[in-house]
C-alpha cells in the first residue's frame, strides 16, 4: 500500500503547515498582534489564562522564535492548547471534543449524502444523454453552487420557520431538554438539523452533479463502454460498473479538493443556525478574541478536512488497482 | 473526421446567425470564432449580460442610483414604494442606492483576486508542467498543500488578528491562496503538449524557454485560462460576501456582503424586513451565477462532447440516385451476414454529414475480409454500424439500409433482443486492449459478466472456459486474476481476442486489432487469428489501413473511399490486378518485401471533407488518370470479373 503510505506522508506535511501557520501568523503579521494581544491582556485577566495565551501563541519573550516554535510543536503534539476564555477554565481541547460530534453528524453526513446523491445523479444524467435530468439539470445547478451558503439559510429560517413554523429556526437542540441518549433528544435534535443540512445538501450538491455528469460523459466515449455494449451486458451492469466506476474516480480526487468550498459554507451555516458545532464555536471564538479557542479550533478543521481527504484517497485505492499498483 | 464545417456553410442550409464554428479548434488569435461560439451558446449569453449589467452599475453608481447610499435621510424600515425601490433600511438609508454602490466592491475584489489568482496559476502550473524534474515536483507539491488548506477559515484567523479584513488583505489572501486548483490543470495541460510536435519543433528551433511558454503554450491553453479566471471570481465573490456577513470585512464599506450583516445585525427577519437579507443576497448569488455560467459555458465550447447534437435527417442529402446493385454473382445463402444499402450519419454544427454512404456487402460463413482505407474513409464507422454500436466518440446513426444477420435485420431489432444476439452470435475485438478493457476489473471479471449476460453456468463452469479460451490463444491461464495493465500490450490484445471466443460466435468483427503492437507481434497474432479461424470457422471482417498485413489472410478486400465502396475484389486478384486507380495508389504505398525494388509511391492529397465531397467521383481530385468524365456525374458499382468497382475506367453497360 504504498500509495496509501505517501497520501499519509502527504497528511502529516500539510498538517505541519497548517500548524507552523497558526504560528506564524499572529507573530509575523504587521504590528504583532500576538504581543500586542499580550499587552491588552496583562493586568486584566488571570496569570493562568495569561500563561494559556502564551501557550497558544508560542509567546514567550525570554525564547527566540526558533525555541519557542519547537516548544509550541511538542504543545500541539501533546494537545495541549491552552485555556479558553470563553469557558474559561476549560482547556480548550475540551471545548472542542464537545463541538466536534454535532459538525460530524451535521455536516459528514450531508457532505457524503451530497456527494452519494450528486454522484448518482450526473451518473444517470449523462448515461441518459438529451433526457430531462441532463438538459435541464444542469443548469439549475450551475446556478445553486453560486449561491451564498449562509443567504440560503436565512432564506430557509424566513420561510420554513417564521412563515411556516414548520421547523425550529435556531440551535441544535431545543433548550428544555436533558443532552443524552434518549429517543426524545435524538428526535429533537434531528428537528433541529433538517433547515440547515437541507441547507447544504442543496449547495453543495451542483458542483458533485456537474463533475460527475462531465466525468461520465467523457467516460462513455472509452472504448471499454463500447465493448461492453458489444458483450450485451445488462445496461445497468454497463452503467455501474464500466461507467460508473471509471467516472467516480476523478470525482473522488475532486471530492477532496472541493472540500474546503463545503468547510466555508459550514462553518457560515452553523453561524446563521446558531448550531452548536465546530463552526460556530469557531466564529464565537474571533467575536470573543479567544485566540487560543480559536487555533484549537482552526487545527481541528485542518485535521477533519485532512481526514476526509485521507478516505477519499482510501476509497480511490479502493476502486482503481492501477493506484494500488503505483510505486 | 476532418471535417471542416466553416467551408461547408455554403451548400447546407445554416441558422442566419452566421457560419458554425467548430469550436474545439478555437485558438488565439481568433477571436471572432470564440465570440460566436458564446453567442451561440445560451449559458455564455445569460452569464454576460449579468455581468455587463453589474459592471454598468459598478461605473455609474451615481448615475443609477437616486440617493446617497449612506445617507440616513428617510423614515427607515420602509416597504417598497415607488420612491424607494427596494424600501430603506433600519438606518432610513435607500436599498437600492445601496445595492447599486456595494456592486463595485464586490466586483473590483473578484477581478482582482482572478487576476492575481489566475497569473499565479500559470507562472507556477505552467513552470511546474514545462520544467519538469525536481522543480516541477517541489511546485506541485506547495501546489497540493495550499490545494486542501482550508482556506476560509484561515482567513477568519487572519481577520480576527487584524480585527477586519480590509480590501487589500482579502484580495492578498484570496489571490495567493486562491490558485492552486487552476495551477494544477494548466500543470497537466503543459505536461500533455511538452510532447507535442510544435514545441518539439520550437526546442530544436533553439527559441528560449521564455519565448516558448509566452508563445507556444500560453496561446493553446486560453480556455483553461479563463476558466481559471472564472473559478477565481467566482470563489472569491462569495468568501469575501461570507466575510463581510461576519463583520470582519470593512463595516464601513459599500458592499452586499456589509449589507447582509446589517441585516442580520438588525434581525431583519424578526423585524418583518426580509428584504433587507433578500435584496443584497441576490446580487451576490446573480453575480456569482454570472460567473459560474460563464465557466460552464467555456467547459462546453472547449470540449464540444459536452453538448448534445441531433441529427437533423431532414437536411440529409440522401437522395442521391443509387443504381441498382449489381449482383455480386454468387448466391448469398452461405451468407453470414448481408449488408444493403447501409448509410450513417452524423450530426455536426453545419449540419448532418454523411460518413458511410450506401454500402452494400455480403460475407459467407467462416469468410475473412478485410477492410481498407485510408483514416476517415468511414471504414471503422460501417464496422460499428454494423454491430450497432455507433455512438460517441464515433457519433452517427444509420439513417438507411440493412443489416441481415441470423434471418434478422439488426438495423431494426430492439435494443433487447439485440443484447442477446450479441457475443454469442457476435463479438466484437477493437484497436487497443489497453482501452477496451475495463482498468478497474480483471480479465476474470470480465469475461464473467459476458459469460453470466449469456449463458446459466456456474462459477466453476465459467472458470473452466475462460481459462480454456485463454490457452486458445496461447495465454497461461494464471492471468485470469491479473488487472488489464499488469498485462503487456500483445497479451491483453489476445485476452481480448480470447473474450471474443468465449462463444465461439459466427462473427468477429475486428478493428485494427495488431495496430497497437509491434511488427514481430503483429505477426504472430495474425497468424494465430487465422489459424483460430480455420479451427472454429467462424467469419472475420477485419478493418486495417494496412494493406500488406491482411495480404495472406484475407479472402476478399475492401477498398472504401470517402464513405463509399470503391473495390471489392478476391485478395489475390486485388493484389495482382488492382482496378481501382485508389486500390493502385494504396498499393504503391507499401513496400513488398518478396517483389522487384520498386519506388513507393503515395497518394497525393487527402481525403475529401465529407461534409461537401466532391461531385462525381470522389477520388478525382487525386487520381491521376482522372478524365472529365469522373466529375460530370456520380460513378455506379460496376462487376468486373468477379470484383465490384467504381471507377469509369471500369464502368459497364449503358
Same mark, same amino acid.
Given at each position: 500500500m504504498r500509495f496509501v503510505l505517501r497520501r499519509l506522508g502527504f497528511f502529516v506535511l500539510t498538517l505541519w503547515v497548517a500548524i507552523t501557520l497558526n504560528f506564524l501568523i499572529p507573530r509575523l503579521m504587521p504590528g504583532s498582534p500576538a504581543v500586542a494581544m499580550m499587552a491588552r491582556y496583562r493586568g486584566h485577566i488571570n496569570p493562568q489564562a495569561l500563561h494559556a495565551i502564551q501557550i497558544a501563541f508560542g509567546v514567550n519573550t525570554h525564547e527566540s522564535l526558533l525555541r519557542s516554535y519547537v516548544t509550541y510543536l511538542g504543545n500541539v503534539l501533546h494537545g495541549r492548547f491552552g485555556v479558553s476564555l470563553t469557558f474559561f477554565p476549560d482547556p480548550v481541547t475540551h471545548d472542542v471534543l464537545q463541538a466536534l460530534p454535532w459538525t460530524l453528524a451535521l455536516v459528514g453526513v450531508t457532505t457524503v449524502l451530497a456527494f452519494m446523491l450528486g454522484t448518482l445523479i450526473g451518473l444517470v444524467g449523462a448515461w441518459r444523454r438529451g433526457g430531462l435530468m441532463d438538459s435541464a439539470l444542469p443548469p439549475i445547478f450551475v446556478i445553486t453552487s453560486a449561491f451564498p451558503y449562509f443567504w440560503l439559510a436565512i432564506l430557509s429560517i424566513w420561510l420554513f420557520s417564521l412563515k411556516l413554523?414548520?421547523?425550529?429556526?435556531?440551535?441544535?437542540?431545543?433548550? *428544555?431538554? *436533558?443532552?443524552?441518549?434518549?429517543?426524545?433528544?435524538?428526535?429533537?435534535?434531528?428537528?433541529?438539523?433538517?433547515?440547515?443540512?437541507?441547507?447544504?445538501? $442543496?449547495?453543495?450538491?451542483?458542483? /458533485?452533479?456537474? *463533475?460527475? #455528469?462531465?466525468?461520465? $460523459?467523457?467516460?462513455?466515449?472509452?472504448?471499454?463502454?463500447?465493448?461492453? #455494449?458489444?458483450?450485451?451486458?445488462?445496461?445497468? #451492469?454497463?452503467? /455501474? *460498473?464500466?461507467?460508473? #466506476?471509471?467516472?467516480?474516480?476523478?470525482?473522488?480526487?475532486g471530492f477532496a479538493m472541493s472540500l474546503g468550498f463545503v468547510v466555508a459554507g459550514a462553518i457560515l451555516v452553523e453561524y446563521v443556525f446558531n448550531y452548536p458545532g465546530v463552526g460556530w464555536m469557531f466564529l464565537q471564538s474571533v467575536e470573543n478574541q479567544d485566540y487560543a479557542l480559536m487555533q484549537g479550533l482552526f487545527l481541528l478543521i485542518v485535521v477533519t478536512v485532512l481526514t476526509a481527504i485521507l478516505a477519499a484517497d482510501v476509497a480511490t485505492a479502493l476502486l482503481d488497482p492501477r493506484t494500488r499498483d503505483q510505486r | 473526421m476532418s471535417a471542416s464545417p466553416l467551408g461547408a456553410t455554403d451548400q447546407l442550409a445554416t441558422p442566419p446567425a452566421g457560419p458554425a464554428p467548430m469550436v474545439a479548434e478555437v485558438r488565439p488569435g481568433r477571436g471572432g470564432d470564440l465570440w460566436r461560439a458564446i453567442r451561440r451558446n445560451k449559458k455564455a449569453v445569460a452569464g454576460v449580460v449579468l455581468l455587463v449589467v453589474f459592471l454598468v452599475f459598478s461605473i455609474f453608481p451615481g448615475q443609477i442610483a437616486p440617493y446617497d447610499p449612506t445617507a440616513e435621510i428617510f423614515p427607515p424600515a420602509l416597504g417598497v414604494s415607488r420612491h424607494h425601490l427596494l424600501g430603506t433600511t433600519a438606518y432610513g438609508q435607500d436599498i437600492f442606492s445601496q445595492l447599486v454602490w456595494g456592486t463595485r466592491l464586490s466586483l473590483v475584489i473578484a477581478l482582482a483576486v482572478g487576476g492575481l489568482a489566475t497569473a499565479l496559476a500559470v507562472l507556477v502550473g505552467v513552470s511546474a508542467g514545462y520544467l519538469g524534474g525536481a522543480t516541477d515536483g517541489f511546485l506541485s507539491l506547495v501546489t497540493d498543500v495550499i490545494l486542501v488548506l482550508p482556506i476560509f477559515p484561515l482567513i477568519i484567523v487572519i481577520a480576527a488578528y487584524e480585527q477586519n479584513a480590509g480590501f487589500l488583505t482579502l484580495v492578498v489572501v484570496l489571490g495567493v491562496l486562491g490558485w492552486s486548483y487552476g495551477a494544477r490543470q494548466l500543470r497537466a495541460q503543459t505536461l500533455s503538449l511538452r510532447r507535442r510536435d510544435f514545441l518539439e519543433a520550437a526546442q530544436v528551433r533553439g527559441e528560449r524557454k521564455s519565448y516558448v511558454i509566452l508563445n507556444e503554450i500560453l496561446p493553446t491553453m486560453t480556455s483553461l485560462i479563463v476558466a481559471t479566471f472564472l473559478g477565481a471570481a467566482l470563489y472569491a465573490v462569495l468568501t469575501a460576501a461570507g466575510l463581510q456577513f461576519l463583520g470582519l470585512g470593512d463595516p464601513n464599506s459599500q458592499s452586499w456582503g456589509t449589507m447582509l450583516y446589517w441585516a442580520q445585525n438588525n434581525e431583519a427577519l424578526f423585524a418583518g424586513m426580509p428584504l433587507w437579507a433578500i435584496a443584497p443576497g441576490v446580487c451576490i448569488a446573480l453575480l456569482g451565477a454570472s460567473f459560474a455560467l460563464l465557466n460552464y459555458a467555456f467547459d462546453e465550447i472547449s470540449s464540444p462532447a459536452l453538448r448534445v447534437r441531433k441529427l437533423e435527417r431532414a437536411k440529409l442529402q440522401t437522395a442521391r440516385p443509387t443504381p441498382a446493385l449489381p449482383s455480386p454473382g454468387e448466391t448469398s445463402d452461405g451468407a453470414v451476414l448481408r449488408v444493403e444499402d447501409l448509410s450513417v450519419a452524423y450530426a455536426t454544427d453545419a449540419g448532418p454529414v454523411v460518413a458511410v454512404d450506401h454500402v452494400d456487402l455480403e460475407l459467407a460463413r467462416g469468410e475473412f475480409l478485410a477492410i481498407v482505407g485510408e483514416s476517415g474513409c468511414g471504414k471503422s464507422t460501417l464496422l460499428y454500424a454494423i454491430a450497432r454500436l455507433l455512438g460517441s466518440p464515433l457519433p452517427g446513426e444509420i439513417v438507411g439500409g440493412r443489416v441481415q444477420f441470423q434471418g434478422k435485420d439488426l438495423v431494426l431489432l430492439e435494443e433487447k433482443e439485440l443484447r442477446r444476439m450479441r457475443w454469442r452470435d457476435l463479438s466484437v475485438v477493437m484497436q487497443s486492449a489497453m482501452n477496451a478493457l475495463n482498468p478497474v476489473l480483471t480479465v476474470s471479471q470480465q469475461m464473467e459478466d459476458a459469460c453470466r449476460a449469456h449463458a446459466n453456468w456456474s462459477k466453476a463452469e465459467i472458470e473452466v472456459r475462460s481459462r480454456e479460451v485463454l490457452r486458445l490463444v496461447s495465454i497461461d491461464p494464471v492471468h485470469l486474476n491479473s488487472y488489464p495493465h499488469q498485462l503487456s500490450g500483445g497479451m491483453r490484445q489476445r485476452a481480448m481476442i480470447a473474450m471474443a471466443l468465449l462463444f465461439t460466435p459466427d462473427l468477429v468483427i475486428m478493428d485494427e486489432p495488431t495496430s497497437a503492437l509491434d511488427v514481430v507481434a503483429q505477426r504472430s497474432l495474425m497468424v494465430q487469428i487465422k489459424e483460430l479461424q480455420e479451427q472454429l470457422g467462424f467469419a472475420v471482417i477485419f478493418v486495417t489501413h494496412d494493406m500488406s498485413l491482411v495480404s495472406h489472410f484475407s479472402d476478399r478486400l475492401l477498398v472504401m473511399y470517402a464513405g463509399q465502396v470503391a473495390e471489392l475484389s478476391p485478395t489475390k486478384e486485388l493484389f495482382d490486378r488492382p482496378l481501382h486507380p485508389y486500390s493502385q495508389g494504396l498499393l504503391g504505398a507499401f513496400p513488398s518485401i518478396h517483389g522487384p525494388k520498386v519506388r513507393l509511391l503515395g497518394i497525393p492529397g487527402s481525403p475529401p471533407d465529407l461534409a461537401h465531397p466532391p461531385t462525381g467521383c470522389r477520388f478525382a481530385p487525386r487520381c491521376p488518370q482522372v478524365e472529365p468524365r469522373c466529375t460530370a456525374a456520380e460513378v455506379p458499382l460496376s462487376t468486373v470479373n468477379g470484383s465490384l468497382v467504381r471507377c469509369v475506367l471500369h464502368e459497364t453497360g449503358t
Amino acid at each position: 500500500m504504498r500509495f496509501v503510505l505517501r497520501r499519509l506522508g502527504f497528511f502529516v506535511l500539510t498538517l505541519w503547515v497548517a500548524i507552523t501557520l497558526n504560528f506564524l501568523i499572529p507573530r509575523l503579521m504587521p504590528g504583532s498582534p500576538a504581543v500586542a494581544m499580550m499587552a491588552r491582556y496583562r493586568g486584566h485577566i488571570n496569570p493562568q489564562a495569561l500563561h494559556a495565551i502564551q501557550i497558544a501563541f508560542g509567546v514567550n519573550t525570554h525564547e527566540s522564535l526558533l525555541r519557542s516554535y519547537v516548544t509550541y510543536l511538542g504543545n500541539v503534539l501533546h494537545g495541549r492548547f491552552g485555556v479558553s476564555l470563553t469557558f474559561f477554565p476549560d482547556p480548550v481541547t475540551h471545548d472542542v471534543l464537545q463541538a466536534l460530534p454535532w459538525t460530524l453528524a451535521l455536516v459528514g453526513v450531508t457532505t457524503v449524502l451530497a456527494f452519494m446523491l450528486g454522484t448518482l445523479i450526473g451518473l444517470v444524467g449523462a448515461w441518459r444523454r438529451g433526457g430531462l435530468m441532463d438538459s435541464a439539470l444542469p443548469p439549475i445547478f450551475v446556478i445553486t453552487s453560486a449561491f451564498p451558503y449562509f443567504w440560503l439559510a436565512i432564506l430557509s429560517i424566513w420561510l420554513f420557520s417564521l412563515k411556516l413554523g414548520w421547523l425550529p429556526q435556531s440551535g441544535g437542540y431545543d433548550v *428544555t431538554d *436533558t443532552v443524552g441518549w434518549t429517543w426524545g433528544f435524538a428526535g429533537d435534535a434531528l428537528k433541529h438539523a433538517v433547515l440547515p443540512a437541507m441547507t447544504i445538501l $442543496i449547495t453543495a450538491i451542483g458542483g /458533485w452533479i456537474l *463533475t460527475m #455528469r462531465n466525468n461520465t $460523459i467523457s467516460v462513455l466515449a472509452e472504448d471499454y463502454v463500447r465493448m461492453a #455494449r458489444a458483450k450485451g451486458l445488462n445496461p445497468w #451492469r454497463v452503467m /455501474w *460498473t464500466y461507467a460508473g #466506476r471509471n467516472a467516480i474516480l476523478p470525482n473522488l480526487t475532486g471530492f477532496a479538493m472541493s472540500l474546503g468550498f463545503v468547510v466555508a459554507g459550514a462553518i457560515l451555516v452553523e453561524y446563521v443556525f446558531n448550531y452548536p458545532g465546530v463552526g460556530w464555536m469557531f466564529l464565537q471564538s474571533v467575536e470573543n478574541q479567544d485566540y487560543a479557542l480559536m487555533q484549537g479550533l482552526f487545527l481541528l478543521i485542518v485535521v477533519t478536512v485532512l481526514t476526509a481527504i485521507l478516505a477519499a484517497d482510501v476509497a480511490t485505492a479502493l476502486l482503481d488497482p492501477r493506484t494500488r499498483d503505483q510505486r | 473526421m476532418s471535417a471542416s464545417p466553416l467551408g461547408a456553410t455554403d451548400q447546407l442550409a445554416t441558422p442566419p446567425a452566421g457560419p458554425a464554428p467548430m469550436v474545439a479548434e478555437v485558438r488565439p488569435g481568433r477571436g471572432g470564432d470564440l465570440w460566436r461560439a458564446i453567442r451561440r451558446n445560451k449559458k455564455a449569453v445569460a452569464g454576460v449580460v449579468l455581468l455587463v449589467v453589474f459592471l454598468v452599475f459598478s461605473i455609474f453608481p451615481g448615475q443609477i442610483a437616486p440617493y446617497d447610499p449612506t445617507a440616513e435621510i428617510f423614515p427607515p424600515a420602509l416597504g417598497v414604494s415607488r420612491h424607494h425601490l427596494l424600501g430603506t433600511t433600519a438606518y432610513g438609508q435607500d436599498i437600492f442606492s445601496q445595492l447599486v454602490w456595494g456592486t463595485r466592491l464586490s466586483l473590483v475584489i473578484a477581478l482582482a483576486v482572478g487576476g492575481l489568482a489566475t497569473a499565479l496559476a500559470v507562472l507556477v502550473g505552467v513552470s511546474a508542467g514545462y520544467l519538469g524534474g525536481a522543480t516541477d515536483g517541489f511546485l506541485s507539491l506547495v501546489t497540493d498543500v495550499i490545494l486542501v488548506l482550508p482556506i476560509f477559515p484561515l482567513i477568519i484567523v487572519i481577520a480576527a488578528y487584524e480585527q477586519n479584513a480590509g480590501f487589500l488583505t482579502l484580495v492578498v489572501v484570496l489571490g495567493v491562496l486562491g490558485w492552486s486548483y487552476g495551477a494544477r490543470q494548466l500543470r497537466a495541460q503543459t505536461l500533455s503538449l511538452r510532447r507535442r510536435d510544435f514545441l518539439e519543433a520550437a526546442q530544436v528551433r533553439g527559441e528560449r524557454k521564455s519565448y516558448v511558454i509566452l508563445n507556444e503554450i500560453l496561446p493553446t491553453m486560453t480556455s483553461l485560462i479563463v476558466a481559471t479566471f472564472l473559478g477565481a471570481a467566482l470563489y472569491a465573490v462569495l468568501t469575501a460576501a461570507g466575510l463581510q456577513f461576519l463583520g470582519l470585512g470593512d463595516p464601513n464599506s459599500q458592499s452586499w456582503g456589509t449589507m447582509l450583516y446589517w441585516a442580520q445585525n438588525n434581525e431583519a427577519l424578526f423585524a418583518g424586513m426580509p428584504l433587507w437579507a433578500i435584496a443584497p443576497g441576490v446580487c451576490i448569488a446573480l453575480l456569482g451565477a454570472s460567473f459560474a455560467l460563464l465557466n460552464y459555458a467555456f467547459d462546453e465550447i472547449s470540449s464540444p462532447a459536452l453538448r448534445v447534437r441531433k441529427l437533423e435527417r431532414a437536411k440529409l442529402q440522401t437522395a442521391r440516385p443509387t443504381p441498382a446493385l449489381p449482383s455480386p454473382g454468387e448466391t448469398s445463402d452461405g451468407a453470414v451476414l448481408r449488408v444493403e444499402d447501409l448509410s450513417v450519419a452524423y450530426a455536426t454544427d453545419a449540419g448532418p454529414v454523411v460518413a458511410v454512404d450506401h454500402v452494400d456487402l455480403e460475407l459467407a460463413r467462416g469468410e475473412f475480409l478485410a477492410i481498407v482505407g485510408e483514416s476517415g474513409c468511414g471504414k471503422s464507422t460501417l464496422l460499428y454500424a454494423i454491430a450497432r454500436l455507433l455512438g460517441s466518440p464515433l457519433p452517427g446513426e444509420i439513417v438507411g439500409g440493412r443489416v441481415q444477420f441470423q434471418g434478422k435485420d439488426l438495423v431494426l431489432l430492439e435494443e433487447k433482443e439485440l443484447r442477446r444476439m450479441r457475443w454469442r452470435d457476435l463479438s466484437v475485438v477493437m484497436q487497443s486492449a489497453m482501452n477496451a478493457l475495463n482498468p478497474v476489473l480483471t480479465v476474470s471479471q470480465q469475461m464473467e459478466d459476458a459469460c453470466r449476460a449469456h449463458a446459466n453456468w456456474s462459477k466453476a463452469e465459467i472458470e473452466v472456459r475462460s481459462r480454456e479460451v485463454l490457452r486458445l490463444v496461447s495465454i497461461d491461464p494464471v492471468h485470469l486474476n491479473s488487472y488489464p495493465h499488469q498485462l503487456s500490450g500483445g497479451m491483453r490484445q489476445r485476452a481480448m481476442i480470447a473474450m471474443a471466443l468465449l462463444f465461439t460466435p459466427d462473427l468477429v468483427i475486428m478493428d485494427e486489432p495488431t495496430s497497437a503492437l509491434d511488427v514481430v507481434a503483429q505477426r504472430s497474432l495474425m497468424v494465430q487469428i487465422k489459424e483460430l479461424q480455420e479451427q472454429l470457422g467462424f467469419a472475420v471482417i477485419f478493418v486495417t489501413h494496412d494493406m500488406s498485413l491482411v495480404s495472406h489472410f484475407s479472402d476478399r478486400l475492401l477498398v472504401m473511399y470517402a464513405g463509399q465502396v470503391a473495390e471489392l475484389s478476391p485478395t489475390k486478384e486485388l493484389f495482382d490486378r488492382p482496378l481501382h486507380p485508389y486500390s493502385q495508389g494504396l498499393l504503391g504505398a507499401f513496400p513488398s518485401i518478396h517483389g522487384p525494388k520498386v519506388r513507393l509511391l503515395g497518394i497525393p492529397g487527402s481525403p475529401p471533407d465529407l461534409a461537401h465531397p466532391p461531385t462525381g467521383c470522389r477520388f478525382a481530385p487525386r487520381c491521376p488518370q482522372v478524365e472529365p468524365r469522373c466529375t460530370a456525374a456520380e460513378v455506379p458499382l460496376s462487376t468486373v470479373n468477379g470484383s465490384l468497382v467504381r471507377c469509369v475506367l471500369h464502368e459497364t453497360g449503358t
